[in-house]
């Protein structure tokens, strides 16, 4: 399957209004379960395009978002209030609500993940959540431990090209290749505001916490894990407090890294298929 040529054949490009956002999405062909697909920092609905167009995106109804200032998305009309956690999930409940999706899963990606955690008070729709990539950060000094190797680039506006060769190499598995060249692509393209806003937001302490959400959460929620992952620590996902953790464990795809959705995407679709299904 070729990464260029995106959206393929079958994948409708949607374009939402979510207040003074204007959204890009792109929604696959299938009529089941709608999944909701939210993509991590400096990336776009790119990195799901093999689900988009695979035997996943036949089945359910996968839709795909850019968030603001990222893919085909507007720059943020208000970079220092949308560019954050509490902005992202807004406009994460805001598309949902836009849609009137009904017993909905949001599966989200990295930063697509606290994203997600963040929104989850405000997705009544949603049937589960699936987060990877995603360490829920708690507050206090401890509240970032789940990161063993968080990149400054993340939070940079205008990084080197040798800083984003670094920061894609590690969002892969060691050796992995070949990276996807829309993966750099995407970084250019995405508004540096919003990495830069992004970490002021976590300095200043914008965000809920992560970790009480998971404890106190109502919802089936997965965890996936790449084996070869270098930014998140495996451990601390599985110390966290989720009652309602899928199949009581985290779920770990070998030979994949922080990208297990391209790394390896028949066993990423595998689980996430069999958590769609089971809930």
Partial sequence: ??????????????????????????????????????????????????????????????????????????????????????????????????????????????????????????????????????????????????????????????????EIETWMESAFAPKFSPIPAFFGADFHKTDGAARGCLGASAQAGLFQDETAIVRDLKIPLAILQGAEEQIVDLDYLRRLTAPTLWRQEVQVIANAGHTPQWEQPQAFQELLDAFASSI
């Avoid at 040529?5 to 792109?26: E, K, M, Y």
């Avoid at 849609?99 to 009544?124: C, M, N, Q, R, Y």
């Fill in 1 to 162: 399957m070729s990464e260029s040529n995106f959206p393929g054949p079958g994948i409708r490009a949607l374009q939402l209004q979510v207040g003074q956002q204007r959204i890009a999405a792109f929604e696959s062909a299938g009529k089941g379960r709608p999944i909701v697909l939210v993509h991590g920092n400096s990336s776009s609905s790119k990195v799901w395009k093999k689900q988009l167009e695979g035997p996943l995106g036949g089945k359910y109804r996968l839709i795909a978002i850019d968030l603001p200032g990222h893919g085909d998305s507007a720059p943020a009309p208000h970079p220092e209030k949308d560019y954050s956690a509490p902005g992202y999930s807004a406009c994460i409940a805001g598309i949902a609500r836009q849609l009137d999706l009904k017993d909905a899963v949001f599966v989200g990606w990295s930063l697509g993940g606290h994203a997600l955690l963040e929104a989850a008070s405000a997705l009544p729709m949603a049937a589960g959540l699936v987060i990877f990539g995603t360490p829920p950060i708690g507050k206090g000094p401890e509240g970032f431990a789940g990161f063993k190797g968080l990149s400054n680039v993340a939070f940079t506006p205008a990084p080197s090209e040798a």
